[in-house]
């Protein structure tokens, strides 16, 4: 349960790490083409962006990354386009079957127009999509709020003493999340872009500072109120 003092914290610690990281590019930004943000959403699971980038880009260079276009391709096709992303033949399947979700559902668009909380269950019923990856759908493509509580979020959090830190349970952090920040409007956001640009600031962050190993404290503004930060620079 949040407490006026954790809405307090979610809001301070947006605003530290758009202080931080405000300037780096990043992929998903709420303006990002949704159909991309699709492929990339499944292209990423269990590998690194740059692998999802290099597939992304013979997608790209092969005129096949628009919805249409990539059903056409013949699947030995779509397979080779997507190799550098690892586990390919799985992932064009999952391709394949997010193609066909679409097309039940009279197109993309139309799918990614459906209300969120008709969307979520539905993308959760395909196959290859899970919470975290229908919840990056909805945020950045279908472009509705939603917060994907990845393990970025989870280490950040758990590393500043907030949140439910004794449970790894994705639907009780993103439940945690979604009460601090109902009603917050940090430099005038809406919701859902709220939503969509913490989320990305907090995965810059857990990816240039806030390492899984060997994090970079003395970097980090927000080192002062961490528990994981004070004991590195005490050198606990």
Not at 84 to 91: A, D, H, I, V
Not at 178 to 202: C, V
Not at 208 to 227: A, I, Q, T
């Amino acid at each position: 349960m949040n407490t006026p003092a954790d809405r307090q914290h979610l809001v301070d610690v947006y605003h530290a790490l758009d202080a931080m990281h405000s300037w780096r590019g990043w992929h998903w930004w709420p303006e990002a083409d949704p159909f991309e943000v699709c492929v990339g959403c499944i292209l990423v699971q269990n590998t690194m962006w740059t692998n999802v980038e290099r597939a992304i880009d013979r997608l790209k260079l092969a005129g096949a990354l628009t919805p249409s276009a990539m059903a056409a391709l013949d699947h030995a096709d779509l397979e080779e386009l997507i190799r550098p992303s690892g586990q390919y033949r799985q992932k064009a399947l999952k391709l394949r079957a997010f193609l066909e979700l679409a097309g039940q559902h009279g197109g993309f668009g139309a799918l990614m127009a459906i209300p969120a909380a008709k969307l979520r269950p539905i993308l959760l019923a395909c196959f290859g999509i899970g919470p975290e990856t229908a919840d990056a759908m909805i945020c950045y493509a279908s472009r509705q709020p939603a917060f994907a509580a990845d393990a970025y979020s989870i280490r950040l959090y758990s590393r500043l003493g907030l949140g439910p830190v004794a449970s790894r349970d994705y639907h009780l952090w993103q439940r945690w999340v979604l009460a601090g920040l109902k009603g917050a409007s940090p430099d005038g956001w809406g919701e859902r872009d709220l939503l969509a640009r913490y989320h990305a600031l907090i995965v810059m962050h857990c990816k240039h500072l806030c390492l899984k190993n060997r994090p970079k404290c003395g970097d980090c503004s927000l080192v002062s109120r961490c528990e994981h930060g004070s004991r590195v620079t005490l050198g606990a």
